[in-house]
């Protein structure tokens, strides 16, 4: 875990229940430092993709439950699955759906070059498909996601290109 407060916050995702959300961000170090108490920063310090969780009725944030996840730096967008039991979290630096158990709190998995800059991400009402927007790859790439056993590798992906129609009058 490395020092700072998060920022960049990106969608509110509120969980099923109704009763808790998480916001996913990037979490900067602005605690340590060589010159502010003696501490450098490295790779591994200095920027983390963080999701911090929140109670939906007091709006306070459960610190001891933010979770940091290790070697993405960034995180803007998610999706609960139907029970609440996981959260799939979007990091777009890294090309990545990170899935993160949210019941145990620990990080359960990844899904590796999703596309470039992926933005979004929503769930099938069973749970079975993951679709990701990968906006600069501008195309929708769609994961198995029922077993994650294996690696998810993409099943579908749509062009997500407008069409160019030229009217020539």
Known sequence: ESAGVPSYLG?????PNGEDAAVPSLQA?????EYRNGRRLTFETTLRAAVSFLEVRGGAEQIDRRRQIDNRGWAS???FSSHGDY???VAPGNRSVERLDFLAGTHSGSIQNVGFSPRGAALSVDDRFLFVDASLSRELVVY???DLSALPTPIARASTRPKIVRCWA
């Not at 969608?11 to 969980?15: A, G, M, T």
């Not at 170090?29 to 430092?33: A, E, Y």
């Open 77 to 79: 967008a998610g999706v």
């Open 87 to 89: 959260l799939f979290v």
């Open 144 to 146: 198995d996601v029922s």
């Open 29 to 33: 170090n602005v605690v340590d430092g």
């Open 11 to 15: 969608e509110l995702l509120v969980s």
